[in-house]
């Protein structure tokens, strides 16, 4: 898919925007990001392999991308070593050594009786060109005691208000104490979220949502200026990067495989994995673009390394200096 260019007016001007109660901050910076987001589905599709082409194929992708950040979903804890030394080997790290964070969501069990990773952790990462602070890990409601799913943030160390984030949203919708588990989830990070914003934070969260754009349990994420014949009934305060395509407007391009069937609003495969950012701290474009790389080919002995595609964005944001 080729990268179609999209151009958002902001919604106010910078020097009346907002970044918290109360008025403006002067010294506001703008700051334009590259985001790079894939379930890499390292065990299930990779076996844990750390050579047999995923590794290269993401580090890559990254790399060619010239993105800022880059979050993975479902990743197991030598892959995301693998990682970090093939990020530094081709020189996509700009700045010191402490560029990446690691969340577990499973420690070496996939189930009682099926042992994910070898046994290794499993679970989320992100990756920073530039260094980053301490790592917020914080637990999301679970549906059993083997797997505690999480939502992964981490400041830059040089721009303490920008923050970079990855979760990941089971797929499941077990009612679990009066509520699907997966709004549970989706509602707890949304809180976390709220919480960094209120404290003068800028965000831009990148992850496996398990959850359609038009979905009602959605709404409350994305902005009523997204509303359309496509994704509609929204009251939140986001926008996802690729919200704009014409391909599907108000959802985006799929981020699953051609393997899946077409299904409404789109009659298109699923989308599934997005990358959010707060409405009010757009400050100029944004794009998104779900892309082949790494899911067919030769990447991974010549079939899919993931039944995810990765997902690019690029979006101008305010940041509190």
Not at 127 to 146: C, I
Request: contains cysteine.
């Amino acid at each position: 898919m080729r990268m179609i260019a999209r151009l958002m007016v902001a919604v106010v001007t910078l020097g009346a925007t907002l970044l918290t109660g109360g008025s403006a901050h002067a010294a506001d910076s703008v700051k334009t990001y590259n985001v790079w987001q894939w379930n890499v589905s390292g065990w299930k599709m990779n076996g844990g392999s750390t050579t047999n082409g995923m590794v290269d194929a993401a580090a890559d992708s990254i790399r060619t991308r010239d993105s800022d950040f880059a979050a993975f979903n479902e990743l197991c804890w030598s892959q995301y070593q693998a990682l970090q030394k093939k990020l530094i080997e081709n020189g996509w790290v700009s700045e010191g050594t402490s560029f990446a964070r690691f969340a577990a969501i499973r420690n070496g069990e996939e189930s009682d009786d099926d042992p994910a990773c070898n046994e290794e952790p499993f679970g989320i990462a992100i990756f920073s060109r530039r260094d980053l602070g301490t790592a917020e890990k914080y637990d999301l409601p679970k549906y059993t005691q083997n797997v505690v799913y999480k939502l992964l943030c981490a400041p830059l160390v040089g721009l303490q208000h920008m923050r970079f984030c990855t979760t990941h949203i089971t797929s499941k919708d077990s009612n679990i104490n009066g509520s699907p588990i997966n709004e549970q989830q989706l509602n707890a990070v949304q809180e976390h979220l709220e919480d960094l914003y209120n404290a003068g934070n800028t965000v831009i969260i990148a992850g496996d949502f398990n959850a359609r754009p038009h979905l009602q349990r959605l709404n409350d994420w994305y902005s009523p200026t997204v509303n359309g014949p496509n994704n509609h009934n929204n009251t939140g305060a986001y926008r996802e990067l690729d919200d704009l395509d014409p391909r599907c407007p108000g959802v985006g391009e799929p981020t699953t495989l051609d393997t899946l069937p077409v299904e409404k609003p789109c009659n298109d495969r699923p989308k599934i994995d997005m990358i959010f950012v707060r409405e009010s701290l757009i400050a100029g474009a944004y794009s998104g673009d779900a892309l082949g790389e790494g899911t067919g080919g030769t990447a991974c002995g010549g079939g899919p390394c993931s039944d995810h595609r990765v997902l690019i964005g690029t979006v101008t944001v305010r940041v509190k200096v």
